[in-house]
């Protein structure tokens, strides 16, 4: 497996990235726009990272910074347990160089459980409401 990450490179690689990001915005109530995305990957506000195997892309994932956390925005990909270790690694390595101590992040309720067994712990629930 291999993990990439993409930030000055970005508009290189957008035409397939950007349909991997739009996949996950489905389960957005609130979904935020790809140019916005785009715009704050240059801008060095957020970055891809890309877990791949061969020619098979297992996710995408948006990751924004803030001063004292990450926070993995958009995460596409169905298979979680086949690369949750490999993004944790990553993710872990990004935190230690921005010097945060916190990632935080979405994602769909039945990701629960393998969540849990990669040592995330839940602390928050979105709750909606239709009108």
């Known amino acids: 497996m291999k993990i990439a990450s993409y930030t000055d490179d970005i508009n290189e690689h957008w035409h397939w990235i950007e349909p991997e ?21 240059r801008s060095r506000r957020g970055m891809v990272i890309v877990i791949s195997e061969g020619d098979c892309v297992l996710t995408v994932c948006y990751v924004e910074f803030y001063q004292a956390s990450l926070h993995v925005r958009l995460c596409s990909g169905s298979d979680l347990e086949r690369w949750a270790s490999m993004l944790d690694k990553a993710l872990e390595q990004l935190a230690n160089v921005m010097g945060v101590k916190h990632i935080t992040q979405l994602g769909r309720v039945g990701w629960a459980k393998q969540m849990k067994r990669h040592g995330w712990k839940h602390q928050l629930s979105q709750y909606v409401r239709t009108v």
Do not use: G, S
């Open 21 to 41: 990001l739009m996949r996950c915005q489905a389960y957005h109530i609130d979904p935020l726009d790809m140019i916005t995305i785009k715009e704050d990957i």
